[in-house]
């Protein structure tokens, strides 16, 4: 489904078609955004913003979410961030439809949790097949900026973000959130797969399956290992 970026066929709408593109791809890549960010993100004025948020708010393209902060706030409105809708994410050509769910569903009926499982694992065994050679190819690479290219190759839009105890990997797209919304253990099989690239630990933190504006996936910074500590040295 399209996103009508342009109700009208007036020269106003047709010229704001490109700057609100740009909004709806800001949220996208960068998460839920407030309109101060988005406005600094993309040059624009506040009220240049607003109005397109607005736009894009009686599209069914965005959505307004309170901003958690641990501060109180003084008077006026309390501020909002802006994230994308299913009708929203659809407009960047999410790969699901009815066909891969009801598929899902006659999987699920026929062969059972465990084909499900196996269905899922294989999905995702791209994160195994491409991480060595992305390693290889980008030394400068982290990691989890490896596995963020190989996400965005695969229709994810990853980034990374620094943590004090380690990186997140973000993905502000899913090709098949709708049917992990269903079927987690799509979710779940990335997850496990992440793990065991990196030999350790992962965490999801959120997923937009569930309704988060992105997947998060939490890397620890890794541990020396026995050889690698510090002896301590007797007096």
């Given amino acids: 489904m399209e996103i009508d970026l342009t109700p009208d066929l007036s020269a106003s709408a047709l010229g704001d078609a490109p ?22 993100r993309l040059a624009l004025t506040p ?9 894009l708010l009686a599209d069914g ?17 309390p501020a909002k961030a802006f994230a994308l809708t299913d009708t929203g994410r659809e407009h960047f050509d999410q790969q699901y439809d009815d066909l891969a769910l009801q598929a899902m569903r006659f999987l699920a009926e026929t062969g059972g949790e465990a084909a499900v499982k196996a269905f899922a694992e294989r999905r995702v065994a791209f ?13 400068e690479y982290s990691p989890a900026q490896a596995l963020a290219a190989i996400f965005t190759g695969e229709g994810y839009s990853a ?3 620094d943590l004090p105890v380690g990186e997140q990997l973000c993905q502000q797209h899913c090709p098949v959130s709708h049917v992990a919304h269903e079927f987690p253990q799509l979710c779940e099989a ?17 997923t937009i399956a569930h309704g988060d504006g992105v997947c998060t996936t939490c890397i620890p910074h890794a541990q020396p290992t026995p ?7 007797s007096s």
Avoid: C
């Fill in 47 to 55: 009220a240049a913003v607003r109005r397109h948020l607005d736009h």
């Fill in 159 to 161: 980034t990374v973000r």
């Fill in 227 to 233: 050889a690698q500590q510090p002896r301590r040295v």
């Fill in 61 to 77: 393209a965005i959505e307004a979410r309170a901003v958690r902060t641990a501060a109180v706030r003084g008077r006026g409105r």
């Fill in 190 to 206: 990335e997850t496990e797969a992440i793990s065991r690239v990196l030999d350790t630990h992962v965490q999801r933190l959120a």
């Fill in 19 to 40: 700057t609100r593109e740009r909004v709806v791809r800001s949220i996208l890549e960068n998460g839920p955004s407030t309109a101060a960010a988005l406005a600094e």
């Fill in 127 to 139: 994160i195994e097949k491409d991480f060595a050679t992305v390693m290889a190819a980008h030394p």
